[in-house]
Every structure is written in C-alpha cells, then in structure tokens.
C-alpha cells in the first residue's frame, strides 16, 4: 500500500520516462546513419558480456509510433528520448542528413500528438565514429563539432521542443570511456581521461549557450549521474575516500558548470587537468542552466584503500555491507539514497529546479502469457518515489520525476539481459507488453 497518492507531488510534477537512441533504435544502417562509436565497440568481440550488438535493439526506428503510445497509456506527460549524432551529421560535421532529421520529427510529431511534452537530449553516449578516429572527446576541437551538432538539431526542432537536456551523465561516459575502456570507445588511462573530461565540461555548457541562441524560450538542463556516497566508518581516513568518491561520482561535471571551477582542493590529482586548459576556459564552463537532471540508482560506501592512489578508497562489498537487494545489475536497493541526493543538489545556490530524469531497477522479469509480474519494481518505484516526497515536502525543489526505462533495451556492455523497462520486449517476436509496473502508473497517475 502507498502512503501517498499523485496530488501530494503538487499539480505543476512531471511524470515521464527516458529513453537513449543507440539503447532502442536499431536500424543502424538505415536512412543515412553512419556508425557511432558503440557500433564498432559492440562489434568488437569481448566488449559486450553476451556478444551483443544494437542492431536491432528493440527496433523503435520503426515501431515508434507505438511505443510512445505506452506513455500515454501510463498516463504520464513526458516522453525524455535522444537523438543520435550520426544519424544527423554522418560525417561528424558537415552535411546535414535530411532523413536523419525527418525520423526525429516523426517521433516529435507523434509525441505531440498524443498530448506529451518531449524532452530531448543531444547526446546520449553515441559519437560518431568518424569523430572518435580523430580522437573522440580527447580532441579539443570536439568543443566545436559539438556546437555544430547542438546548432542543427536546435535549429531543426527548436520550434516544437522546448525542453532540452545537453549530455547525458558525463561521469559515467568519460570514467567507463576513456578510464576504465568498458564502455565505448573503450580507451583507458589518465592521458584519454582527463582530456575528455575537460573537453566535455566545455562542450556541456558551450550546449547549453548554443541551445540558448536559438530557441530563446526553451528550458535548458544537463543530466548528472549521483550517487550518495558514505564512509565505511567513523576514521578521518574513511571519510577523505568517501570525500574523494564524492568528488568523482558527483561534483566532477556538476560543480564546473555552476561556475565551482573543479573540485581539485578535495581532490588534488585533479590539479593534473591544468594542462588541458586554455585562458579563459575556467569562465567558459560555467552555464545558467534552468534545471539539473539528476540521474541515481544506488549509493556508494567507501573505506580507505591504500593501494588506489587518486581517490584512496574502494567500495565495500554488498556481501560485508548486508545488502538486502541486489538488482540484475548488481546494484543496491537503497531508497534514502535518493533522498540525501537530492538534498544534496538543491544546497547549490546555482540548482534552481531539479528533475529526477532517471532512476529505475532491472529484475529478472518474465513473460507468463500475456503479463509480466514485477512485484520488485512496484516496490522499488513506490520507495523512491516516498523518499523523493520526503525530499520535496523539506524544500527541495524537485519537480519531476522520469522512469528509466520505457522499454526493455540494449543495456551496453551488459547486453540485453539486464530488462529496466515498464514495458517488455520479447526480442525475437519484438513483441511488446506492458509489464505490472506499467500498469500501476497508470492506476497511481489516473486521474
Ligand atoms: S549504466 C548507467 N545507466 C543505465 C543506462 O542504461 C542508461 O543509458 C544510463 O543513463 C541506466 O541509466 C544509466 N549508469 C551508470 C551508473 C553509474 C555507474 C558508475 C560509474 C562511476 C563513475
């Protein structure tokens, strides 16, 4: 039972779900797109844990008109998808691809129709890889193919789109990309990172300024990846990792563009993107950003490691922790965490309005007929919505909150196993079905 019904979120609180391009589209060589770095990485053998590839995904380039269709049916009013860079400028920069455009416009067309705001992001992970063979985010001259992407896209939609995101959680796309390689384009080191982080936060509000050029009244935000982090204990060594975590997971892209410069007095390896900055860049990453989308699935809980220069700490198993519940991604259910991240958020004076676009679970979920019974995701929506009400009755300025996902989908370097969706994709028939989840939206936001 929950406590809690629609009206207690206030009239004006966004319901939505999200959804990213390379995740559902498919169709990749269809209508002039040309390949995205997640193409070749996916195609490389190794990279995806099931061999997978987005090839198909869940062939929403073609069955889009439906699939939105869910979202009204869910009784929500936003429809928060992407839009793929290489479908739209396939040479990086240069030649705008009409069709490309026209795809788009299909989809914004039928959101519309159906009474949805769309909330669009302009990069969602997928650079094109023309871009990435002349160094991807590591070249500073991405600073200005961005803007060149950003200045079609918003002179193409800006007329029907009003709701704008700049990037979609840049901590995981550098540290996963260029830290770590498990992501595309699945370079490592500090020499890949700290370049592509520079470049990014640049990119991140040179965005929004493009965006603020051309549609003039449109809501502009950017999307962060958090996690709340804790120290594993009460030493002053525990609580210097947890800070430096902190730092990575929430403050690293954040703080920039509220005009913070970086975090690097907590952090001081940070001190080492020096090099990477011009004069007058310091000025250039900070953007007045209508709104911050904050993005969380789990906490963090950090002790002191002295093998892990940088940071010096490492997270504490789940099995030491005594997690009640692990996710299919391995991932904690833990709602206060959402709640102490927003509270988090909204003590920056620069946050003005904060909008949860996205938090989700994946379960093991399974067809029986024509249902999916997903008892887990019910509660783990109803917990984090609780926690998310906490958070705006004390004053937060919490103002929507997104499902991540619409549908079961391509769940990069986990493949398609991982199903986040409150609809179900059986792949092989690509049939769909609204899972229990999906119909206790509906029931929970009808009017
Ligand atoms: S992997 C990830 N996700 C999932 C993905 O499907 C979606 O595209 C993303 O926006 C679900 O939501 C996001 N997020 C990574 C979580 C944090 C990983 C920790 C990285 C530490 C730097």
Redesign the pocket.
């Known amino acids: 039972m929950t406590t809690f019904s629609k009206s207690d979120f206030g009239p004006g609180f966004l319901w939505g779900v999200a959804t990213?391009a390379y995740?559902i589209e498919g169709a990749v060589n269809e209508d002039g797109r040309s390949p995205s770095i997640w193409d070749t990485f996916s195609h490389t053998p190794g990279k995806i844990k099931t061999g997978e590839n987005g090839d198909v995904a869940c062939d929403f380039y073609h069955r889009y008109h439906d699939d939105i269709a869910f979202i009204r049916e869910m009784n929500m009013q936003v429809h928060r998808f992407s839009l793929a860079w290489p479908r739209i400028l396939p040479g990086g920069t240069g030649p705008v691809n009409q069709k490309g455009l026209d795809f788009y416009h299909r989809v914004i067309d039928r959101t519309l129709e159906l009474g949805l705001q769309p909330w669009v992001t302009l990069y969602?992970?997928d650079l094109p890889q023309v871009l990435e063979d002349r160094g991807g985010w590591t070249n500073r001259d991405i600073v200005g193919w961005f803007s060149e992407y950003v200045e079609v896209c918003s002179k193409a939609f800006g007329d029907k789109v009003k709701h704008w995101m700049v990037l979609?959680?840049p901590?995981?796309f550098t540290?996963?990309g260029y830290l770590q390689g498990t992501h595309a384009p699945g370079r490592k080191g500090f020499g890949n990172f700290l370049p592509a982080v520079h470049h990014v936060a640049l990119a991140q509000a040179e965005g929004g300024r493009v965006l603020r050029a051309h549609v003039p009244d449109a809501q502009i935000g950017t999307t962060f990846?958090a996690?709340y982090v804790q120290p594993a204990g009460p030493t002053w060594l525990s609580r210097m990792a947890a800070a430096n975590y902190d730092v990575?997971?929430n403050r690293l892209f954040l703080e920039p563009a509220l005009g913070l410069g970086y975090p690097w007095k907590t952090t001081p390896f940070l001190l080492a993107l020096q090099r990477y900055i011009r004069p007058g860049d310091m000025e250039r990453l900070a953007f007045d950003f209508d709104f911050i989308g904050l993005?969380t699935?789990f906490r963090q809980l950090v002790r002191f490691d002295l093998l892990n220069p940088g940071t010096w700490g490492r997270e504490v198993p789940h099995a030491e922790r005594g997690s009640k519940e692990l996710t299919e991604m391995g991932w904690e259910v833990w709602p206060e965490n959402i709640y102490h991240l927003l509270k988090k958020f909204a003590a920056y004076s620069g946050v003005k309005r904060i909008i949860v676009t996205?938090n989700?679970a994946a379960f093991p979920d399974k067809l029986e007929g024509e249902q999916v019974h997903d008892p887990q995701r019910i509660q783990f929506i109803q917990d984090h919505l609780a926690q998310v009400l906490r958070a705006k009755q004390e004053g937060v300025p919490v103002e929507g909150y997104f499902y991540?996902?619409l549908l079961d989908?391509f769940?990069?370097a986990e493949g398609y196993r991982p199903r986040?969706g409150l609809v179900y994709v059986d792949y092989p028939t690509q049939k769909r079905v609204l899972k229990d989840s999906g119909k206790w939206f509906r029931e929970f936001l009808a009017n």
């Open positions: 990213a995740q969602h992970w979609n959680e901590t995981v540290v996963l990846s996690s990575i997971a993005q699935y996205e989700g991540w996902s989908n769940e990069w986040f």
